[in-house]
């Protein structure tokens, strides 16, 4: 968790947190069904892939499905299920050469066994690798999240392993998904929308957010160096003053 206080000043981000929105939006202004933007989607996510990995980017993380698209209709979820099992099996390789380091993030208790497994396969494989992280939320809601944590803090507590008076914030982050990694410094979201919309809600506290008026099938690495510069303007106090 960062405390210090300090400008932007053209200091790249060390963490990029992206809120991919617009895919549908995309393919039904241009007639096209909702999967074509699904799959343009995917294509995205490898562009910016390799453009963090070029900007020296440490955490990228992606909100690839959120705990409540399980809304969508049947057959579209199942569909980005199938993206899922289909960018895992066809880039793994290609990003465990690249040194990137994959971590996924959100509830695994309700998700297909193969995808489980693929997930942990991808993990595995990846863990040694120093290179770029690259964070996917999947079957994620930070609201989920943060209950999640609060759960196994209590059963520690039960168990008589944790004082109640030494649950703080260093604790309770601790337990989130994103144990071990540093909060974003920079949020994205496209589509032109200006919300949340239940990602990372601890971890972003003081987060810088940029919000593109571009669907996600358009973003490359001008659109994401474009994000990165606006962030590198904006003053960073964290809840104090400048000096």
């Known amino acids: 968790m960062v405390t210090d206080a300090k400008a932007g000043g053209g200091t790249p981000p060390v963490h990029v947190a992206i809120i991919m929105d617009g895919n549908g939006r995309w393919a ?33 993380t992606l ?10 209709p049947p057959a579209e979820v199942e569909f ?35 995808i489980a497994a693929l997930i942990n396969e991808a993990e595995a494989k990846t863990a040694g690798n120093t290179g770029l992280c690259m964070v996917v939320a999947f079957n994620y809601g930070g609201r989920d999240e943060i209950a999640r944590a609060a759960r196994e803090i209590a059963r520690k507590v039960a168990r008589g392993g944790i004082d109640p008076a030494e649950v703080d ?54 659109a994401l160096k474009s994000a990165i510069a606006e962030f590198s303007q904006r003053s960073r106090r964290f809840g104090g003053r400048l000096k």
């Open 63 to 72: 909100f690839s499905f959120s705990s409540e698209n399980w809304s969508r």
């Open 28 to 60: 039904e202004a241009r007639g096209l069904p909702r999967s074509e933007g699904h799959r343009r989607g995917v294509e995205a996510v490898r562009r910016t892939v390799t453009a963090a990995s070029d900007l020296g980017i440490g955490y990228l």
């Open 169 to 222: 914030e260093a604790m309770i982050a601790s337990h989130l998904d994103t144990a071990n990694m540093p909060d974003p410094d920079l949020v994205i979201r496209t589509s032109g929308e200006m919300r949340l919309s239940n990602f990372l809600l601890w971890q972003s506290a003081y987060a810088e957010f940029v919000f593109l008026p571009l669907h996600w099938p358009d973003f490359d690495d001008a």
């Open 80 to 114: 980005l299920f199938g993206l899922l099992r289909m960018f895992i099996r066809r880039d793994l390789a290609r990003l465990h050469r690249q040194g990137v380091r994959i971590q996924v993030i959100g509830s695994r208790h309700e998700l297909p066994k193969d």
